[in-house]
């Protein structure tokens, strides 16, 4: 089967310019989760959502960072204004459904540089 | 909330020795434990899991243990090959509908041949 699939894999951007990635999860998963791995760290949630409703976005920094799935499927995580920590690899990630017992797939992430 | 803690950080075996990583969990909640490896450049993958009604796992070279007392679970690898080297990662997940992986820090496993 496909795996997820996200874009742009890599993008090199300017602090305090904006930035947009694109997740297409596993077809028929539920659950949709956007990670945060910096280097040389285990990836962070950011958000995660069940079909079109957020779950859990404690972690997200809403001052900056937005996150939708208006169809329950397709998603797209928005960093505006970049800053210099922000450079990090954004991972998507997709399950079944939420609860245990559901493996959660990753894609291969879109790797940010904010110079 | 959920943390994890990982160790070792870097870890170099020689071919065909075994391999230890350990983690720790503060949540005891928590009740699914998975191991994701990730190569330079490449998505995290699911290698094993466990779940806490279990106190040991194996798939073929690769094994995991749960300790829900003391909290901690550990990954074995025997027989390691170079392919084996890679970046492993711990994670734990608290009960409920919602799963959301707490990860560790990473253990960076070098093969030597």
């Known amino acids: 089967e496909a795996g997820v699939a996200q874009s742009p894999r890599y993008k090199i951007i300017e602090k305090r310019q904006s930035v947009a990635f694109w997740c297409n999860p596993i077809s028929g998963h539920a659950t949709l989760y956007w990670y945060q791995q910096i280097l040389g760290q285990g990836p962070k949630l950011l958000i995660q959502f069940q079909n079109n409703g957020v779950v859990d976005d404690s972690q997200l920094p809403k001052d900056r960072f937005s996150a939708e799935r208006l169809k329950g499927v397709d998603s797209t995580l928005k960093i505006q204004p970049a800053k210099l920590e922000d450079s990090a690899v954004y991972l998507c990630?997709?399950?079944?459904?939420?609860?245990?017992?559901?493996?959660?797939?990753f894609g291969e992430g879109s790797w940010l540089t904010v110079v | 909330g959920e943390n994890v803690e990982q160790h070792p950080s870097t870890l170099s075996v020689q071919e065909g020795d075994s391999a230890v990583i350990k983690c720790t969990y503060s949540?005891?909640?928590?009740?699914?434990f998975p191991w994701y490896k990730q190569e330079l450049g490449k998505r995290p993958q699911l290698i094993i899991d466990?779940?806490?009604?279990?106190g040991e796992k194996k798939d073929q070279r690769i094994a995991v243990t749960l300790n829900k007392t003391a909290k901690h679970f550990s990954l074995h690898i025997t027989e390691t090959q170079p392919e084996d080297s890679a970046v492993y990662f711990c994670?734990?997940?608290?009960?409920?509908?919602?799963?959301?992986?707490?990860f560790g820090s990473g253990t960076q496993l070098t093969v030597l041949p």
């Open positions: 949540d005891s909640a928590s009740n699914y």
């Open positions: 466990i779940r806490s009604n279990v």
């Open positions: 994670a734990a997940s608290l009960s409920g509908s919602a799963r959301q992986l707490t």
């Open positions: 990630a997709s399950s079944y459904t939420g609860a245990t017992g559901n493996t959660i797939y």
